[in-house]
């Protein structure tokens, strides 16, 4: 059963710039969420989409923002980028009403710099 | 508040040795507490995940424990070897929030031979 596959790996911006990110969930998981990671905030929460719908949101500017499609694939958009977004970003997809249900699985990531 | 916290953040031990990491909790009403294990510059990787309705959960060398009305849960690894070496993340999922994680800051685990 393949994992959770996110692209691209590696991403390097300039200020100002926006960037996308794709992830693909496992196949029959509909529920997608989002995290970034930084040293000095840990891990956060962005937003999590089921069935194309966001449902919930963390406490981030609305340069970020998302969408999922009807194959559950999830991309996540962040505009207008600053310095501080420089981040690995996270995606993780659950299966709510399976035998683990909301038990996550994560992707590897992308890891985004900007310049 | 809902906060996650672990203690040590960091922790060395020399091979062989059992341990225990610990993670905490402020709201009892949590629906279920996941462990990862995240390698440097790597994505997470699920450990053990334990429901509300479930004391411990077992995988291995990895034994983890939820109580609940203690607002904490332990991760034991049994007999450890370098190959542990890595960071260990709790997170949790509290009710009414059925699709958002909470998680901790992790603990440094390194296990040297």
């Known amino acids: 059963k393949a994992g959770v596959t996110q692209t691209p790996r590696y991403l390097i911006k300039t200020r100002g710039q926006q960037v996308t990110l794709s992830c693909s969930p496992i196949s029959g998981h509909r529920s997608v969420s989002w995290y970034q990671q930084t040293p000095g905030q840990g891990l956060q929460f962005l937003f999590e989409y089921f069935s194309e719908t966001q449902r919930n949101k963390g406490n981030f500017p609305g340069r970020f923002s998302g969408r999922q499609f009807s194959n559950s694939r999830s991309e996540m958009n962040v505009s207008t980028l600053e310095l501080g977004d420089s981040a690995l970003y996270l995606c993780?997809?659950?299966?709510?009403?399976?035998?683990?249900?909301?038990?996550?699985?994560f992707g590897s990531g992308t890891r985004l710099t900007v310049v | 508040k809902q906060e996650v916290t672990q203690i040590p953040a960091a922790l060395s031990v020399p091979e062989g040795e059992n341990l225990v990491l610990n993670c905490s909790f402020t709201d009892s009403a949590i629906y279920n507490l996941q462990w990862f294990r995240q390698d440097p510059g790597k994505g997470l990787t699920s450990l053990l995940l334990i429901q509300s309705s479930q004391r411990e959960q077992t995988s291995g060398r990895l034994n983890a424990s939820l109580d609940k009305s203690s607002g904490r849960s332990t991760l034991y690894i049994a007999a450890s070897q370098p190959g542990d070496s890595a960071t260990y993340l709790c997170?949790?999922?509290?009710?009414?929030?059925?699709?958002?994680?909470?998680f901790g800051a992790g603990t440094r685990l390194a296990v040297h031979p």
């Open positions: 993780a997809s659950s299966d709510p009403y399976g035998l683990n249900s909301w038990g996550y699985t």
């Open positions: 997170a949790a999922m509290f009710s009414g929030g059925y699709n958002k994680l909470i």
